[in-house]
């Protein structure tokens, strides 16, 4: 008798999302459950990826999804028929000038937060805890998603709002003092919500979190778990909010995430990896993959720098090889998260936009 | 020998050398090679460390005054002939630092010797500079804040807890600007130019071997970012750049910039005809430093001789070409970044588009003014005719060795020369002398043979650093 030899984590996780993908597919590409959007695009396309994507792999016989479609096909175009008549929340993302992108969605940020945290240690973010969030709330995924992770681990929430568009713009202009002078209100109001509540945990960006411990200390005013993202933080960042900021005493979770991919969680920051952080996605919800940007079917070797391109694969919104305005190291699956992950991130093309430095 | 590694210098109660996660590479000129790693600030850290500052202060208040400009003093000698640390692992003969800092900056190792014999002279002479820009102050009047001088009361009190220095990258000398800070107890913050953390660093250490509180001394290494945060979050910033940057922060008191000069020698009408005895000044003014200090001569006034003045002179810079970098009769710096020779040689070709100048260089050499060199750009010594101080090459400056010729009747010379740092006036007219002490917009002004880039130490140079500093206020003690 031959024995079955159970799957490594990494086989196993393989394995879930392979059947996760098939499941996906066969939601958005079925005339029952598919969406406008999807089902005219099989039509137009002359393909039915239900039938020739058989792996992950097979996912580069998508182009890559064109963000421009959120903003430029109508909101209902993208409500799968399986969610019948339920009405959806329309999250934005980024955006400027005239229409932003937008997602909608139902329940995914619940799961993905849920996931999420599991990932939090109970010391640090402890259950029946308040959290502050600091940071775009308005019409962001982020807003509810925080809100329902301090829910969710039976807590509530307090919230700052800051509005980045508004920040952009007048960065543009050029005026710093008018950012400087709309970052110490967005920090005021935190600093009375701290001084005032009872709140263990903190959601914000690097930045805000930099200004707010300029004002008060981080683990003086009892905060135990700060988790943090927003943008990217090169490793001497981390290193400085972890060492100064949370003064190596409240735990600092770093995440990268965003609208469209929910968010990725990261393996514990360690000084002996030196602060190096590496971002899992929340597979098989989603998935990472790091791309050669000038033929974007190959992807990197481990170690090296590529793009970053993002699937998203849930019934309520499936995205094929999106290419963020990011790169990264690709990095191997660890014990924690037995696939591959996303390592120091940056913008995308940092290095070649760095300019020539000199002063005259 | 292994790369050094800079680090870091935290100023304050830290003090110590921080080693950053992020690193930078300078390579040496030429391919041959990384010559140092640079660590870098993160904007986060400088923020933190700028929100206080007073105990980099109380360190140097506990220094009398009188000793610490012994301590200035003796550093001078140490910056000179010591042997000193260098980075986290190595030391720094001073033969160490001439080759360093012209490996990665292309300044010719005669130069930098050059600069570090000008630095000496600021060392040397920090107390003829504290009374010369205090206007006679006793030394024990700072520690005390309050005291005597020509037997009136004075008291100072200092606008800012420390100065602020954003380095440039061009020119070694212009670390003679914060010397002073430290024996006016007022520690320093230096944000070092990109491909020249060598001298401030070599200064700090020299002052520390002396006896100078090593918490008086922050070295920040950093990105944009974190520049400006030392420019907004400092009480008084001294930084480099073009007009634009002087616009940027007209009207900010805490903040000094050093723009272009737009130095000026003018002939005066009883002067002229002797112009040819003056060609040595003129080739100093214009040359000196490679012609990179805002106190170089870009334009020369004369109110008749122009064509045989521009053509004398541009003879005899014709001497100052590309050599090595070691070889000791080398005058002329050469660019690292071999974009940066291209992109000012560009201006000059723009310039020459419109009507009215006329390259006179150009015509008596052999080669263009750029050239290549050992994997750098060179811009060879040029004079241009212009027919007036409107023309877009007249009145400007260049970081290389170049000036505009001009000629204009000596009545209508102040009404058109503008803002200048330095204006020689060869002249012993004494009518137009006494119009030249009234006019406002010049800062330096010497009368007769003086080069532009002539010196005097116990007077202001391009503002008062003592005046920057502190601030004089009425003190009364009732039972005094």
Redesign the interface.
């Known amino acids: 008798m031959i024995e079955a030899q159970a799957p490594t984590p990494a086989q196993g996780a393989d394995q879930r999302l392979q059947s996760h993908l098939q499941e996906i597919l066969n939601w958005h590409f079925s005339e029952e459950t598919g969406c406008p959007f999807w089902l005219d695009w099989k039509q137009a396309s002359g393909w039915d990826p239900r039938e020739e994507i058989q792996s992950v792999a097979d996912l580069v016989k998508f182009d890559h999804f064109q963000d421009e479609w959120l903003r430029d096909e109508k909101n209902e175009r993208f409500v799968p028929k399986g969610f019948g008549k339920r009405p959806f929340n329309i999250f934005e993302t980024g955006g400027t000038t005239g229409l932003p992108k937008q997602r909608i969605g139902w329940d995914d940020y619940k799961h993905d937060y849920e996931q999420f945290s599991g990932t939090l240690d109970e010391a640090s973010f402890p259950r029946g805890g308040n959290w502050l969030m600091v940071g775009p709330t308005g019409p962001r995924r982020l807003r509810l998603a925080i809100e329902h992770l301090a829910n969710f681990r039976g807590g509530s929430c307090y919230f700052v709002d800051l509005d980045p568009r508004w920040v952009k713009k007048v960065i543009q202009r050029g005026d710093?003092d008018q950012v400087?002078r709309y970052q110490r209100h967005v920090i005021d109001q935190a600093v009375e919500l701290l001084k005032h509540r009872d709140i263990s945990c903190l959601f914000t960006t690097?930045?805000l979190l930099?200004s707010l411990?300029?004002r008060v200390s981080i683990p003086g005013r009892g905060i135990r778990g700060v988790f943090c993202g927003g943008t990217t933080m090169?490793?001497?960042?981390v290193?400085?909010?972890v060492e100064?900021?949370c003064e190596n005493e409240t735990r600092f979770v770093p995440t990268y995430g965003n609208t469209l991919m929910g968010l990725a969680a990261s393996k514990p920051v360690t000084k002996e990896e030196?602060?190096s952080i590496t971002y899992y996605a929340p597979q098989p919800r989603a998935t990472l993959r790091i791309v050669n940007p000038e033929a974007t079917e190959e992807t990197r070797d481990y170690g090296e720098y590529g793009r970053v391109e993002l699937t998203t694969l849930t019934k309520e919104f499936f995205m094929p090889r999106f290419l963020e305005r990011d790169e990264a190291i690709r990095r191997k699956p660890c014990e924690l998260y037995p696939w591959d992950g996303v390592g120091d991130v940056r913008p995308f093309g940092a290095m070649e936009k760095k300019v020539?430095?000199?002063?005259? | 020998m292994s790369v050094p590694e800079i680090p870091v210098l935290r100023i304050g109660a830290q003090g110590e050398a921080y080693e950053s996660l992020e690193v930078q590479s300078i390579q040496s000129i030429g391919n041959k090679g990384e010559a140092v790693k640079v660590h870098f600030a993160n904007s986060g850290l400088v923020k933190r460390d700028m929100l206080d500052l007073k105990a980099a202060r109380k360190a140097l208040r506990r220094i009398p005054c009188r000793e610490l400009l012994g301590m200035v003093k003796e550093a001078g000698e140490r910056f000179l002939h010591d042997t000193l640390p260098l980075g986290l692992h190595d030391e720094q003969s001073p033969d160490d630092y001439v080759r360093q800092l012209s490996a990665t900056s292309g300044l010719p190792v005669a130069l930098v010797r050059r600069n570090m014999g000008r630095l000496k002279i600021v060392f040397d002479e920090v107390e003829t500079i504290l009374q010369g820009l205090s206007r006679g102050i006793t030394p024990g009047a700072l520690d005390q804040g309050y005291g005597q001088q020509n037997g009136l009361p004075v008291s100072f009190v200092p606008s800012t807890d420390a100065l602020a220095v954003i380095l440039p990258s061009n020119s070694p000398a212009v670390n003679a600007l914060w010397i002073p800070s430290i024996a006016m107890q007022i520690p320093v913050i230096l944000k070092p130019g990109r491909e020249e953390p060598w001298t401030p660093w070599r200064i700090i250490q020299a002052m520390i071997a002396s006896g100078v509180p090593k918490e008086a001394f922050g070295f920040y290494p950093t990105d944009h970012e974190g520049s400006n945060a030392i420019i907004r979050r400092v009480g008084r910033v001294m930084l480099f750049g073009d007009d634009r940057t002087v616009a940027k922060h007209a009207g900010d008191p805490r903040v000094e910039v050093h723009g272009t000069g737009r130095s000026k020698v003018l002939f005066g009408q009883d002067q002229i005809d002797d112009w040819e005895k003056h060609l040595g000044l003129l080739e100093e003014s214009v040359s000196a430093n490679s012609g990179r200090s805002c106190i170089n001569a870009s334009t020369i006034v004369v109110p008749r001789h122009a064509d045989a003045l521009a053509e004398a002179l541009a003879q005899r810079l014709l001497a100052m070409e590309p050599k090595a970098l070691d070889d000791e009769s080398a005058r002329l710096s050469g660019f690292a970044n071999p974009r940066f020779g291209e992109a000012i040689s560009g201006m000059v070709d723009e310039g020459l588009k419109a009507p009215g100048a006329r390259d006179v260089s150009v015509a008596l050499r052999s080669t263009p003014r750029l050239i290549e060199r050992d994997h750098m750009t060179y811009l060879q010594p040029t004079v241009v005719r212009c027919d007036s101080l409107d023309h877009p090459l007249a009145n400007t400056e260049f970081l290389f060795p170049y000036c505009a010729v001009v000629e204009l009747p000596q009545e209508q010379m102040l009404e058109q020369i503008g803002p200048s740092l330095v204006v020689t006036a060869l002249t012993e007219d004494r009518e137009w002398i006494d119009d030249l002490l009234a006019y406002p917009a010049i800062s330096r002004l010497n009368i007769g043979p003086h080069a532009t880039c002539h010196i005097s130490w116990d007077q202001p140079h391009e503002g008062n650093l003592f005046e920057f500093l502190f601030e004089r206020r009425t003190v009364a003690f009732a039972n005094a």
């Open positions: 710093i400087e690097p930045k930099e411990a300029e090169t490793p001497q960042m290193r400085f909010l100064e900021v030196g602060y020539i430095e000199g002063v005259y």
